[in-house]
Antibody, heavy 121, light 111 residues
Framework: EVQLVESGGGLVQPGGSLRLSCAAS????????MTWFRQAPGKGLEWVST??????????HDAESVRGRFTISRDNSKNTLYLQLNSLRAEDTAVYYC????????????WGQGTLVTVSS | DVVMTQSPLSLPVTLGQPASISCRSS???????????LNWFQQRPGQSPRRLIS???TRDSGVPDRFTGSGSGTDFTLKISRVEAEDVGVYYC?????????FGQGTKVEI
């Protein structure tokens, strides 16, 4: 059974850092596309970052709003996806979801339950 | 970036009656492979999103056949033939033809 479990969210001051984790089971993160989305409180969905499979050279796409501040990565030995969040701003406050699969072009997708990041002083 | 515009943003529905959501993109979603990468997601209250439909009209596994996607180019529609109580939530269209991936604002379906 495929499962994605996010962790690492919490309260952080503006300018601070966090690392989000997405532990996968039932498949290997290196073998598929992995994506982070976010949803600010009461708002819609926003794509954040995608990392391609090893077979596709691990290409990364980032949203312009997070480029240079957030970094997506994975640890194949731990079968875990990460999102390093630096220079956090109030507008980064959101529930962050990880998802597997090329969901934008029709591959089977799975989503985690989300982890809340709150940026506030 | 491709701008996705949904309407209406709020959709009061009656159980057993049909419902329809429109999604328009600022440019064609036809990719160079000939496919049109328009997806529909459902987010029930308190839950993670779930994709219902990919490539305009392909229902995901387990999605009831009362959900139908249609459209082409820049103009798309999600129809629910007979609304059930479990359909309450927010529906988003999302384009996958160009980076960055972009979503519509969401349509809140409520009884």
């Amino acid at each position: 059974e495929v499962q994605l479990v996010e962790s690492g969210g919490g309260l952080v001051q503006p300018g601070g850092s966090l690392r989000l984790s997405c532990a996968a089971s039932g498949f290997t993160v290196r073998s598929t596309y992995m994506t982070w989305f976010r949803q600010a409180p009461g708002k819609g969905l926003e794509w954040v970052s995608t990392i391609y499979s090893d077979r596709d050279d691990g290409t990364i796409h980032d949203a312009e709003s997070v480029r240079g501040r957030f970094t997506i990565s994975r640890d194949n030995s731990k079968n875990t996806l990460y999102l390093q969040l630096n220079s956090l701003r109030a507008e980064d406050t959101a529930v962050y979801y990880c998802a597997s699969g090329g969901l934008w072009f029709g591959e089977e997708d799975f989503w985690g339950q989300g982890t809340l990041v709150t940026v506030s002083s | 970036d491709v701008v996705m515009t949904q309407s209406p943003l709020s959709l009061p529905v009656t159980l057993g009656q049909p419902a329809s959501i429109s999604c328009r993109s600022s440019q064609s979603l036809v990719y160079r492979d000939g496919n049109t990468y328009l997806n529909w997601f459902q987010q029930r209250p308190g839950q993670s999103p779930r994709r219902l439909i990919s490539k305009v009209s392909t229902r995901d596994s387990g999605v009831p056949d009362r959900f139908t996607g249609s459209g082409s180019g820049t103009d798309f529609t999600l129809k629910i033939s007979r609304v059930e109580a479990e359909d309450v939530g927010v529906y988003y269209c999302m384009q996958g033809a160009n980076w960055p991936l972009t979503f519509g604002q969401g349509t809140k379906v409520e009884i």
